[in-house]
């Protein structure tokens, strides 16, 4: 069952608690009903909270390194990839972990190109590089 939804804040007076808008499911007689689910205030807080460590250890590493690499070859190498990536992405679920692969690589490369590291788009793209390897390896075979 397809589930569409999105992140909206229900305030009642003083009171501020996230909620999920309504969302439609299907039952399983197969009718389409509309729920609305909410998440306490306390539950996302804890949730923020843990992701915090993760969010400073990578907002320390991720810096504007090797910008040059970024610079004209560089940029639409990454995106090309980033594409490349993506399209095939459906073709290759029939190989176990190759898309997760492809997708770690796309991660990679969108960081970088969101905080132009250089560094951090040569990883990706080594990584990219990696995976076909991989994969021709086991078409090959």
């Given amino acids: 069952s397809a589930v569409k939804s999105s992140i909206g804040v229900k305030t009642e007076e003083h009171d501020i608690r ?9 039952s399983a007689d197969g009718s389409r009903r509309m729920v609305t689910r909410h998440l306490s205030a ?5 949730a923020l909270d843990r992701l915090d460590r993760p969010a400073r250890f990578i907002d320390r590493r991720s810096v504007a390194r ?5 610079a004209f ?9 980033c594409a490349v990536c993506g399209l095939s992405m459906p073709a290759l679920e029939l190989v176990p972990f190759s898309a ?3 997708a770690s690589v796309v991660a990679i490369l969108a ?24 994969l021709a390896k086991l078409v090959t075979s």
């Fill in 66 to 70: 090797a910008g040059w690499f970024l």
């Fill in 100 to 102: 997760t692969t492809l």
């Fill in 111 to 134: 960081a970088a190109l969101l905080v132009r590291d250089g560094l951090l788009a040569a990883i990706g793209l080594s990584g990219f590089a990696l995976a076909i390897l991989i």
């Fill in 73 to 81: 070859p560089g940029r639409p190498l990454a995106l090309l990839t």
């Fill in 42 to 46: 306390d539950r996302l807080q804890h």
């Fill in 18 to 26: 996230p909620c999920l808008t309504p969302i439609h499911t299907a």
